[in-house]
């Protein structure tokens, strides 16, 4: 079994400051990890995955997060928010034969 | 560029009328997924195909059913749309590897239905 645990549903940050998107997971196998970024109307896009290679991944758009099994955590983080982040937010685990559970989703809202 | 395409991007239907939305995608993924997202909801996985094998989640009404004629296409019906079936339907592709790793889901822009 795999459950994911997006810690926060909103967050709010102001521009230029840094963002923390915190996501804890469970998985009896050793997952893929991902984030994604959803913009209203849209479809998901994908921002970053970890699957077992380094610890520390760096995505799209200036985000990266760390892997962190012994915490059983993968936060989003990026230093300097932009406007353009305020969107939603998936951290996603999956397992083989396509199972892919989400998280319940973290808004971002990005203050001028 | 190669991409997950859906059309339309907006549906409107009756309830109880019929409808498919499609996906096609220029990625040449052999898995093809359908999720099912609500409002301020995470997605939830209604079915996959890998390659031509169906894989239907155990929760997924009767109501929905799914078609994928070749590689390129795959189309959600909903047989008798309710209103609980409003939703943002979207459409994602990966590759699976011969030893059964599943790679990255890459998702297109999504269907917006609408049941009057």
């Known amino acids: 079994a795999q459950s994911v645990t997006q810690l926060d549903s909103h967050v709010s940050v102001s521009e230029g400051t840094p963002v923390l998107l915190r996501c804890n997971y469970s998985s009896s196998y050793s997952p893929s990890l991902f984030w994604y970024v959803q913009h209203p109307n849209k479809g998901l896009q994908l921002l970053l995955k970890?699957?077992?290679?380094?610890?520390l991944v760096k995505g799209i758009n200036g985000f990266e997060a760390e892997f962190k099994k012994s915490e059983t955590s993968f936060h989003l983080t990026k230093p300097s928010a932009h406007m353009s982040d305020a969107a939603e937010y998936f951290c996603v685990v999956t397992r083989g034969a396509g199972k892919s559970t989400f998280g319940d989703g973290t808004t971002l809202t990005v203050k001028p | 560029d190669a991409m997950v395409i859906q059309n339309p991007r907006y549906q409107v239907t009756q309830f109880g009328k019929p409808v498919t939305l499609s996906c096609s995608q220029t990625?040449?993924?052999?898995?093809m997924y359908w999720y099912q997202q609500k409002s301020s909801q995470a997605p939830k996985l209604l079915f996959h195909?890998?390659?031509?094998?169906?894989?239907n989640e155990a929760d997924t009404p009767d109501n929905f059913q799914s078609r994928r004629p070749n590689t390129s296409f795959c189309f959600l019906d909903i047989r008798s749309p309710g209103l609980g079936d409003a939703a943002m339907y979207l459409c994602?592709?990966?590759?699976?590897?011969?030893?059964?790793?599943?790679?990255?889901?890459?998702f297109g822009p999504g269907t917006r239905l609408l049941v009057l």
């Open positions: 195909y890998y390659d031509k094998d169906f894989n």
């Open positions: 990625l040449n993924h052999n898995v």
């Open positions: 970890y699957t077992s290679a380094a610890t």
């Open positions: 994602a592709t990966s590759r699976a590897s011969a030893t059964g790793i599943f790679e990255t889901q890459y």
